[in-house]
């Protein structure tokens, strides 16, 4: 699952992932609402997650956590100082 903001960062994403051989691109999001149902409709296995979706943070992961507590995120940072928020 991509989840971000900016449609052309979905795009590149789904377009790059897709082309992988074993990966299969479940949905895409651009709310904070649209990926908490995305995730509990679809059960990714992972989320790759533009921190600020939304202004989000924490409270997105914690949501993403009640859902799918095994669920893999990797969060998109282009802030510095928001990577020890994220962890």
């Known amino acids: 699952m991509v989840a971000d903001r900016q449609s052309k960062v979905r795009f590149a994403l789904r377009t790059l992932l897709g082309r992988q051989t074993g ?26 997650l533009h921190w600020r979706l939304n202004d989000a943070g924490p409270d997105l992961l914690r ?14 940072i282009a802030r510095p100082e928001a990577c020890a928020e994220a962890m």
């Open 63 to 76: 949501g993403l956590r009640r859902i799918r507590p095994d669920l893999r995120v990797i969060v998109l």
């Open 23 to 48: 990966l299969e691109i479940v949905g895409v999001a651009d709310t904070k609402e649209e990926l908490l149902a995305r995730v509990e409709a679809t059960c990714p296995d992972l989320v790759l």
